[in-house]
């Protein structure tokens, strides 16, 4: 992954969205362009204009934390976007050689914790990594993401099937939600790990095939699952609203698992339940994933 390219783009895309009103200066003044100007970020930022200038071109050496966080707020960044903006930073200052003793993200799991998975039997649960690839799930995890695996050619990849197959469009209810928070995704675990070659080849992937999904990675907007409300629409069992959680693994860099739950009376919880009993090992021919010895 280009990092150069990415911070540009980034704080490009950050500073248009910030109206000079906002930022105490007025309104108008024959503007060509939406937002900040250059020169109007830098003198709010504290920094010259040409290095900020450098900056933008994607040049960040010398850039310390004070700088950046002058910058961050100036652009008026939240705090998943401030961490963006440093992990871009920091992967520009770098020499493109890939750092020694990185481990790729995973695509397998320990068999306790599999274990662990395979006991929750009401709740349907998937691990992923940062690229997307689903590597474990449960029963119901498999039951509920039935069409998603029975696309998938090798490893399911939760992206790929989000904006590649038209599935996903009536599975999820959101769904334009859902895609843009998932090229957000895309856009953190690149910063993470620029030089993850599968995610790379990933993006280019889902980019060549989906005019869409270029239109939202263009967008440079991040997102990270945490907890929240998802209404999906099951083939078999109908319209569910699930709530979320991600729990991390630290046991597992890079992995996270996703916990999906209905309201206990709920006619989401009866759906789960009749999704539980069609779940049984006989009704569902879907692939196992790999696992890792303790």
């Known amino acids: 992954m280009d990092t150069r390219t990415e911070l540009r783009e980034f704080l490009v895309s950050r500073r248009a969205r ?11 003044g024959g503007r060509r362009v939406p937002g900040l100007r250059r020169e109007e970020l830098a003198v709010l930022a504290g920094v010259s204009i040409s290095w900020y200038t450098r900056l933008e071109r994607g040049d960040a050496v010398g850039a310390s934390d004070s700088v950046l966080d002058a910058i961050a707020r100036t652009l008026q960044l939240d705090e998943l976007e401030r961490r963006h ?11 493109g050689v890939q750092p020694a003793g ?5 695509r397998v ?3 306790t914790l ?16 940062d690229r997307s690839d689903i590597v474990a799930m449960n029963a119901m995890g498999r039951a509920l993401y039935s069409e998603l695996l029975a696309g998938a050619t090798s490893t399911p990849n ?26 957000a995704m895309l856009h953190v675990a690149a910063a993470k790990d620029p030089y993850d070659r599968d995610l790379t080849a990933l993006i280019g992937e889902l980019a060549t095939r989906s005019a869409d999904f270029r239109v939202r990675w ?51 919880a009866d759906a789960l ?22």
């Open 109 to 111: 799991i320990r068999p």
């Open 102 to 106: 990185r481990r790729p993200a995973s």
């Open 114 to 129: 599999q274990l662990v998975l395979d006991q929750m039997t009401e709740l349907p649960a998937i691990v992923q990594n």
């Open 18 to 28: 910030i109206r000079p009103e906002d930022a105490g200066l007025p309104a108008g």
């Open 273 to 294: 339940r009749l999704l539980a009993a069609w779940s049984t090992p006989d009704k569902l021919q879907v692939p196992q994933p790999e696992r890792q010895r303790d």
């Open 218 to 268: 263009a967008s440079r907007d991040v997102h990270e699952h945490q907890a929240g409300v998802k209404h999906v629409h099951h083939h078999l069992v109908g319209d569910l609203e699930l709530t979320y959680e991600t729990l991390a693994l630290p046991g597992q860099p890079g992995l996270m698992m996703y916990v999906n739950a209905a309201e206990p009376g709920s006619p989401s």
């Open 158 to 183: 939760h992206a790929r099937y989000i904006h590649l197959d038209p599935r996903s469009r009536d599975f999820y209810v959101d769904w334009d939600e859902i895609a843009s928070n998932s090229a």
């Open 85 to 95: 903006l440093f992990q871009l930073t920091r992967g520009t200052t770098g020499d």
